[in-house]
Structure formats: C-alpha cells, structure tokens
C-alpha cells in the first residue's frame, strides 16, 4: 500500500482539516475520502496536491484530462 501524501507540503489528509472535515462528514478515514474524491489523486504513487498546494503551483491543468500528481 502506498502512503498518501501532498507533493507540495508533504502532509498526509488526516493532517489536513479540509479533509479530515470532508471525511468525517462522510463516514470515512480522511486517506480514503482523498483517494476517492481528490482530482488531483495518483492512485499509482499515492500523491496528490491538496489545495493549498495546488493554487500554489499555479493550477496545473492537462488540457481536460485532469491533471494528476507526478
């Protein structure tokens, strides 16, 4: 199993209370509520750009394929 983490800041989700908020709300570890509803979730490696992160890189964009963590 890969451990789930922001390529930007390095946190996992449980540390990240826009997360751990939306997974509570739904029932679910904060890890799984990222790798099932995080746009930017690589389910090969695990990373993700949370959002802070993300409007800091600029909003990387795949021309509408959905930009994915490297």
């Known amino acids: 199993m ?34 099932e509803n995080e746009g930017t979730f690589n389910p090969t490696n695990g990373h993700f750009a949370c959002t802070e992160c993300y409007i800091e890189m600029g909003m990387p964009s795949s021309g509408g394929n959905g930009w994915k963590a490297p």
């Open 2 to 35: 890969v451990e789930i983490r922001c390529i930007g800041c390095h946190r996992r989700p449980e540390d990240i209370r826009e997360y751990a908020t939306e997974a509570r709300e739904s029932g679910v570890t904060p890890s799984h509520w990222c790798a």
